[in-house]
């Protein structure tokens, strides 16, 4: 059968995946873009520069990993979120190269969003596919959202190629992935520092003081992270040595679980619903899905923790959004 391209373009990652009509991956590149030692991030303009020069290496890759040519469809991701008005420059990137190559090869070239594509990417190979209607939480370095998802056609009961997505909650300020990265960046750790923060927070066994990081408040499905990033950084002057260092880390991330595990069980009684999927780079956390899953109070509620491979930014998820919307 025939293969799907799709492509993402997101802040800080350039990613390529093959798929075939069977939903089979058949390749899965991708390439963090470069970020200069001690920066938190890069600006627009720097991240869209290194897609363009990373996307033709990585398609190159993706075809020679498949071994095959025989494209059906081209898709990739063009905004951030499914919402008029959603735009961010990196993703012209992505989108462009999508729309040459299909114009040359004279096929279809479908056009998502980077949330739909995140949602779809976490809910292969598990039990979420099949859901009607379900919270998602896209937890990643950008984003930190609650959302409402549903396949079913409100008009004519028909299942949708890709949910419809309502935003109903989520962070007022930064995201999970901002604190992290922060915290890491302070520490004198390489940026994106989520994975390195993750196993130190997972091979530790004590925590600082609880009085150094207080509780993130949840209140109606919102909160707000700033006041933890604060704290974080007022901390870090009064440690000394790896072993508090690490402490502190870890009472980082258990202030961070805890207000997840809030967050989730609020969204729930919100949206009312009892099905969660759990996407965004920092839900492959490992430290998080053991806390998750050890201390959550609310067991009624199924939650669906998405392949770690398929948490963080890729463009399988576009890939399988654009075969269903082919074969639609």
């Not at 963090?32 to 938190?40: D, I, Y």
């Not at 596919?129 to 409100?154: I, K, P």
């Not at 989520?194 to 004590?206: K, P």
Request: aromatic letters at 6%; proline letters at 3%.
């Amino acid at each position: 059968m025939s293969l799907v391209l799709g492509i993402d373009t997101s802040n800080y990652k350039t990613s390529v995946a093959l798929v075939d009509g069977g939903g089979n991956i058949l390749s899965d590149e991708r390439r963090f873009l470069a970020v200069g030692k001690g920066n938190r991030g890069l600006r627009q303009q720097e991240a869209l520069f290194q897609h363009v020069n990373a996307l033709p290496e990585l398609i190159e890759r993706a075809f020679e990993a498949s071994g095959r040519r025989d494209v059906c469809c081209v898709a990739a991701s063009e905004r951030p979120r499914p919402v008029e008005g959603s735009y961010m420059p990196v993703f012209n990137a992505g989108a462009g190269t999508a729309r040459s190559i299909a114009a040359s090869l004279g096929v279809p070239c479908y056009m998502f969003s980077h949330q739909e594509m995140h949602v779809e990417a976490a809910s292969y190979g598990n039990e979420a596919s099949n859901w009607d209607r379900f919270a998602a939480f896209h937890f990643s370095g950008g984003t930190t959202e609650a959302l409402l998802c549903t396949r079913v056609d409100s008009k004519d009961g028909s299942r949708c190629a890709s949910p419809h997505i309502d935003l109903i909650g989520g962070s007022m300020d930064i995201a999970y992935g901002q604190v992290l990265d922060r915290a890491g960046v302070a520490l004198g750790m390489e940026f994106p520092a989520g994975s390195e923060l993750d196993g130190i927070a997972l091979s530790g066994s004590s925590c600082a003081p609880k009085t150094l990081l207080p509780k993130i408040k949840v209140s109606d499905g919102r909160i707000n992270l700033s006041g933890i990033d604060t704290a974080f950084a007022r901390a870090l002057p009064g440690i000394s040595g790896t072993e508090e260092r690490d402490a502190l880390i870890r009472l980082l991330f258990v202030r961070i679980a805890e207000s997840m595990s809030a967050l989730i069980a609020d969204t729930c009684r919100i949206a009312d619903t009892d099905k969660v999927l759990l996407a965004g780079g920092v839900s492959s956390s490992g430290f998080i899905r053991e806390w998750i899953a050890g201390h959550r109070t609310d067991k009624n509620i199924r939650i669906v923790f998405a392949d770690p491979a398929l948490s963080s930014d890729n463009a399988v998820g576009t890939a399988l959004l654009g075969l269903k919307r082919y074969g639609a």
